[in-house]
């Protein structure tokens, strides 16, 4: 086996892997079809592209994401590097300059002297080479047809989604207001009220407006359309009932309207996607909706009757790996165990998951490269945790899964204070594995 590490992909995850793995001291070719080639949903020629959001959401400590964010910056995570260096105002949220932020990614994984980029599209791997598949939820077609036969892996897919986004000099801040949810950090985030005959008539032509045709995937995967719970379209959402909204992302619970000095029937909010504030995206208003639709209908909301849409919302296929059984919680192949895989494909859910994934796999490939010992993480961290899930799956159908502490090893004992003070419990002793974790490693 030769001393080097092949990475597929270079989103999130593949550049996380290919990252861990040079700065171990193996030589890595990292493998990007674009430009030459894009997905239904990739757009810009750089390196880690966030489509659905801009938002890598929670960065408390109290939260399993924001824990997990954190155990990756203690890895040494470039994608956390990144995102420190390049967000923007977001509350208690971290988000990201989506440009700067590949940029980012870009320069330092080109730059890297154990780092070589090859550019084109690959439909099969190169044999006696330690290999991470990190191709993503769009993966080509050559490469899927290559994975599900060649390697033996059958494959699912589901339906993502990605919300609109706006000009912020379009906005009628005379209607709209600056505010954060109970006032938590900074009024990060541009919030549009409704009152209840506003929201009926928003809602009406919300549930009656026209969907997008899906011209771009097989008649086979429309009928068998699944449409992942943290990421649904609007629409779709709205048509669970009247209320359901109003008690998701147009709650308008902590947002008090200054210009009447209450809460109104719901709010929509709009959070910075760049640095300077020149474009904000609606919040969970990811849509599936056509581009007329969407103009006619998201105009309705109280301070974008006059709104610039700079990025319509889309929706598009993501395939994942039915991956218990398939591979270990070092994100190797059972039956393959020189192959990897990384990021959405192993049924991790969302942009710092997936990163987290890619982590694992680039260490764990480095160590085979190296010959060394696997690197498995205990299930009392995040990044474990998910590592086992991806592994063993849970009770049921296989499905895409977010970082929780419901997957997180219990801590064994009550926590008196409720759930706060025991989720602040489990990331500390969370963060103390991980700090002897790398002291293994060094």
Known sequence: MKQQINVYGAGLAGCEAAWQAA?????????????????????SEGFAELVCSNSLRSDALSNAV?????????FGSLIMQAADATRVPAGSALAVDRVLFSQYITDRIRSHPNIEVVQGEVSSLEEDTVTVIATGPLTSDAMAEYISGELGCGSLHFFDAAAPIVDASSINMDIAFFASRYDKGDADYIN?????????????????????????????SQKKLKVFE???PVEVMAKRGYDTLCYGPLKPVGLIDPRVGKEAFAVVQLRKENAEGTMYNLVGFQTHLTFPEQRRV???????????????????????LNS???????????KRPDVFFAGQMTGVEGYVESAGSG??????AAHRALQREEFICPEETVLGAMAAYVSKGGIGDFVPMNANFGIVKSLGYRVKGGKAAKNEQLAARSLSVVDELIKTLN
Request: glycine residues 8%; aromatic residues 10%; hydrophobic residues 40%.
């Open 23 to 43: 700065e171990r001291g193996v030589k890595v070719k990292l493998f990007e079809m674009k430009p030459q080639k894009y997905t239904p949903a990739h757009h």
């Open 298 to 320: 998201f105009r309705m909301i109280p301070g974008l009757e006059n709104a610039e849409f700079l990025r319509y919302g889309i929706m598009h296929r993501n395939t994942y």
């Open 324 to 334: 218990p059984g398939i591979l270990s919680n070092t994100y190797a192949m059972v």
């Open 192 to 220: 549009c009220p409704m009152t209840r005959e506003q929201y009926d008539v928003f809602y009406q032509a919300l549930i009656g407006a026209e969907e997008a045709e899906l011209k771009a995937f097989d008649k086979e």
């Open 230 to 232: 943290g990421c649904m």
């Open 66 to 74: 924001g824990l997990l964010k954190e155990e990756m910056r203690r």
């Open 359 to 364: 982590l694992l796999a680039g260490i764990n």
